[in-house]
């Protein structure tokens, strides 16, 4: 268990949609890495960008799969 900076016990954290790292209500400095995108919590661009080449390249590969098919 990981304490806030104000000494309390953090009520709520969630995890970053991508690789599953705690997102704590940190420093603003971390908070300024956290990347919202449709609607998800990144803990960081690279995981935006991870996540977004991912799809693309599922995309892709479901399309040569259709057009082989
Ligand atoms: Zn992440």
Redesign the pocket.
Known sequence: MKFSQNGLYIESYCK?A??G?LIYEASAEDQKAQKLQDGKT???AW?VDWKNQRDARHAAAAAVKAATT
């Open positions: 970053c991508n690789c790292t990144y803990c960081s995981c």
